[in-house]
């Protein structure tokens, strides 16, 4: 059973117009649209991804990465096949530029999906590894049920999404990580083959219209996106659209896909990027893909105290109290319980 797509719109000329992501993809008889799983049958549009996950895993919820939304907890990671960027550098290029017919896809409905988190008593599922926005009606579904059950529900996601299906999508998240992949349209355009304006455009729709907890991740690659002038520009506006207590991680690129010619990021570059997130007014910036403790480590803005350390994935100790610093008493942004 196919399940039919929820945002489409027919064309004069036999075509179906997908209105799910901004790439408004005009979808002939028999064709699927850019990610691969959104298909045109018999004049209808069918979300292929739905029921259809390409397998299950337990990850540390650091690893999305979360450092500001129940920290030391293991959450529950599915994605499918397809995406709706074509990001030359992909780091999960096996799963996100596959069709589904090229993976061993397990068949799964939204009630099993939550019953596999309540069995093995997991207080979160992650739509990732691809992207959830594609199969946004899965999402959806199983959403609606885990809360129902206390389930948490995270989005780790390129946030290109239009304002169409975006209300509904986010619906009954509760957190998402969003790849902020550059602050520059060039960027966007050559290695995504996309635009950066609808990624802001749903960073500020998630800040100022939504209850989802929001964090920020950027992957610096050398000589792409990691100039000191780009990283202020982004960092300036995250402050100035989004506040200062949006969590941004910045992580290392490794040579992938069809960027294997470039260079691996620098430590000391993450370092760099971090400094300046910190000196232009960002409260929590974190740095990722490396051994780096202090970088992972989340510090009390007010008065400097360690209060979450960690070590690539794994929390060694918290001091959070109630959602504050036990030694000065401020307030730490985040979902602590």
Request: glycine share 6%; proline share 5%.
């Amino acid at each position: 059973m196919h399940y039919k797509a929820k945002w489409q719109q027919k064309q004069n000329n036999d075509k179906i117009l997908c209105t799910l992501c901004p790439r408004y993809c005009k979808i002939g008889d028999g064709k699927a649209g850019f990610c691969y799983i959104r298909k045109n049958i018999s004049g209808t549009l069918y979300a292929l991804g739905y029921g259809r996950p390409t397998g299950f895993a337990v990850d540390p919820i650091e690893k999305k990465p979360l450092s500001h939304f129940l920290p030391g907890t293991d959450i529950l990671s599915f994605g499918t096949a397809g995406c709706n960027l074509g990001c030359k550098f992909c780091q999960n290029w096996s799963m996100s530029k596959a069709r589904l017919d090229d993976v061993q896809a397990l068949h799964a409905t939204p009630e099993q999906v939550v019953e596999l988190a309540l069995k093995n008593k997991l207080p979160s599922i992650a739509y990732t590894y691809n992207d959830p926005i594609i199969f946004g009606e899965y999402v959806i579904d199983i959403a609606r049920l885990a809360r129902q059950e206390n389930i948490r529900s995270v989005m780790v996601t390129n946030g290109y999404i239009t304002s169409e299906a975006r209300k509904e999508v986010f619906q009954n998240i509760d957190a998402a990580n969003v790849d902020l992949k550059a602050f520059s349209e060039k960027f966007y355009y050559k290695l995504t083959g996309a635009h950066l304006q609808p990624v802001l455009d749903t960073l500020i729709w998630l800040k100022q219209e939504s209850e989802v907890w929001l964090e920020l991740t950027t992957l610096l690659i050398p000589g792409e996106n990691d100039s000191e002038e780009e990283i202020k520009q982004m960092c300036n506006w995250i402050l100035e659209i989004l506040g200062d207590s949006v969590p941004l991680h910045f992580t290392a690129f490794h040579p992938s896909f069809l960027m294997k010619n470039y260079k691996a990021t620098p430590p000391q570059t993450l370092t760099r990027a971090r400094a300046i997130a910190l000196s232009t007014g960002i409260k929590y910036c974190y740095v990722g893909n490396v051994h780096d403790p202090k970088g992972q480590t989340t510090f009390c803005p007010e008065c400097g105290t360690a209060l979450i350390e960690r070590d690539w994935h794994s929390v060694f100790s918290n001091l959070i109290l109630e959602g504050k610093c036990p030694d000065c008493g401020a307030e730490i942004a985040g979902r602590w319980e």
